[in-house]
């Protein structure tokens, strides 16, 4: 007998990989769609007349984009988040100290999601959104997270999901990897230097349960080269590693204890 854990629904497997198609692309015709998918036009109309019944998927003038009820169900889930509620106002409080970008960060399935963002001033520079999944060896987020996993987990992700590159600049062996891994449990910070987006520096500190131990997310700050780094060694900012520290530091206190 099959494992039941490893058994699927083709059907639903398709209807997601409309909805990512249409996310990434939309608005879009069906005839585009289903040539980029290599599905049949007919099924392809068949799920995105569903989706638009309930509200996942918006048709106008022939063209399907993503509806609105995404933000719905999205909103719901972030809010059942604990880290969410107790780390929301820190990352506020953050973004106005630095006045830069501030995230806040989870892993799922293997990836990095940005759960809030809090921006000041010009800060959009960073061009980051809420609820983006990204590669987590691209990133300040994904990199703290995955140095506080066992090794086992982290193998697992990248072996699910490689260690392609965005920029020059990105991690792409498994070895350097670790090693800088190894380097951010050291230092207690984990920095992103371009390697997701050129010109982008970003800094991140984790959040743990002190119960288990457990990393549950991180906290951080990103912006253009020039404002985060100083001086001829290129260093981050200390007034920024502190403030990211402190608001990180009061966030898990609350995610703990209240």
């Known amino acids: 007998m099959s494992d039941p854990k490893n058994r699927y629904i083709k059907s639903v497997e398709h209807a997601l990989d409309i909805v990512e198609h249409v996310s990434e692309q939309g608005p879009i015709g069906v005839s585009e769609l289903a040539k980029q998918i290599d599905m049949p036009k007919s099924t392809v109309y068949v799920h995105l007349q569903t989706l638009k019944k309930h509200g996942y998927i918006n048709k106008e003038d022939d063209k ?24 929301r106002e820190e990352v506020d409080k953050l973004a106005s100290e630095v006045e830069e970008a501030a995230h806040l960060g989870v892993e799922q399935n293997g990836k990095r999601v940005i759960l809030y963002k809090s921006e000041f001033g010009d800060a959009i520079y960073d ?18 997270l995955l140095a506080h996993m066992t090794t086992s987990r982290v193998t697992e992700i990248v072996k699910k999901h490689g260690l392609p590159s965005a920029t020059s600049k990105t991690i792409t062996d498994k070895e350097d990897l670790f090693d800088a891994l190894e380097r ?14 050129s010109g982008v520096v970003a800094i991140a ?3 743990f349960d002190t119960t288990t131990g457990d990393v549950v997310a991180a906290i951080s700050v990103s912006g253009p080269r020039q404002r985060i780094v100083m ?28």
Not at 234 to 256: F, S, T
């Open 64 to 87: 399907y984009d993503i509806g609105l009820r995404f933000l719905e169900t999205g909103s719901y889930a972030r809010r059942r988040r604990g880290i969410y509620r107790s780390a």
């Open 127 to 144: 061009n980051t959104s809420t609820g983006e999944f990204t590669h987590m060896h691209w990133t300040a987020i994904g990199k703290v």
């Open 184 to 197: 951010i449990r050291d230092r207690g910070i984990a920095v992103e230097n371009e390697e997701r987006r």
């Open 205 to 207: 500190v984790p959040i």
């Open 231 to 258: 001086g001829e060694e290129e260093e981050i900012k200390q007034d920024i590693i502190e403030a990211v520290r402190n608001r990180a530091n009061v966030a898990e206190l609350r995610y703990n204890h209240y």
